[in-house]
């Protein structure tokens, strides 16, 4: 695509959007009366304007039937959940069996290591990316402990070489080749929160399977930014938090897929009573009999008030199409790739350097290390109206999110960015 570092240019993609409209349906934190440049759709996703209703009708539901809101809430509390399969299907590639939402991320997590990290002596492995997010080396951890193994030899990592910001593929390809004796799981990111890799989920399951093992994948970054085929690529667990790009609010219901492949087995799991078999489930008698679904690992009645949040956002995805948002997301994310590197190119007496660490295999998201510039930067841009996340030492994480970021957004980025560089 040919970029243009203007505002008109900029306007004019925005005028071509075929996705324009859902800017309109969130909120914008302000400042000084304008709509902040919101780049960290990564960690927290927008408000969209539809979520007060869909929680109050909850609310109002709860006030007039009580205990029957069960039956008769206009989305009835019992079976809320199961509104979830086909939307949820739709964005990570799976079949509607195959997902369930339910509880938050670390603990599916958990949840899915019980049933799918059954280590022996022989093998017990666990092969993760290094630079995991923090909750998941410590479940993987503590996994390994709770099998008694030491997580020192337990949890391998697979680095990006010296010098490098991203783990080569190849690399991951040889680990998984080098461990396989010994190898009970590969459990990676779908994208690394930090640099925003798109790892590739498809080889990395077909070499896992290969070596014996199983595959899981942590979806955090990648569900609503990437499009995924979790049951085609044969992914045999997977999870996801809805707070993220699916801008269901803070510390809203998580997603699970297993694959169908693994549905209707005599599956070691920790049971709960909403993972049984519905038609008995309130007989209330012993002996679990798990649902057919990805709902036998449900262990909990629905949190209702969230799951209305979640449902407000998939509505909004649902209507947006993932294929539609991708096609964005590319010319969005390459208008920032194209307006960095403008600025360095205007910059080039100066001793600060922007580097983008983000590969070419990525989603909305572009890690940018500011060379020469330390947390000043980040603070001066967030005074000037961009919110845009720090990590240490030097690394600003942006995430144009296609749902609701415009090219104008992007442009209005790159003039802060520029006017605060000194
Ligand atoms: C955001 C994120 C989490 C957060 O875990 P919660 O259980 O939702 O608090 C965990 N793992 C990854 C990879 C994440 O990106």
Redesign the pocket.
Known sequence: MDYKNTLDFAKQQDAADPLKGFREKFYFPQLGGKDVVYFTGNSLGLQPKATQDYILNELEDWASFGVEGHFHARNPWMPYHEQFAVPVSKIVGALPEEVVVMN????N?HLLMVSFYRPTKQRYKILCEAK??P??QYALESQAKFHGFNPNTAVVEVFPREGEHAIRQEDILSAIDKHKKELALVMF?GVN?YSGQVFDMKAITEAGHKAGAIVGF?L??AAGNVLLNLHDWNVDFACW?S??YLNSGP?SV?GAFVHQRHLNKDIQRFAGWWGHDKETRFKMEKGFIPMPTAEAWQLSNAPVFSMAAHKASLDIFDAASMPALVAKSKKLTGYLEFIVAEINVKRETSNVRLEIITPKERGCQLSIVAHGMGRSLHEKLTEAGVISDWREPNVIRCAPVPLYNSFEDVYRFGEILMANMK
């Open positions: 938050q991320l670390t603990v997590l995991a997010f909750s998941d990111g929160y942590d955090a970054h938090c707070y993220k510390g998580a």
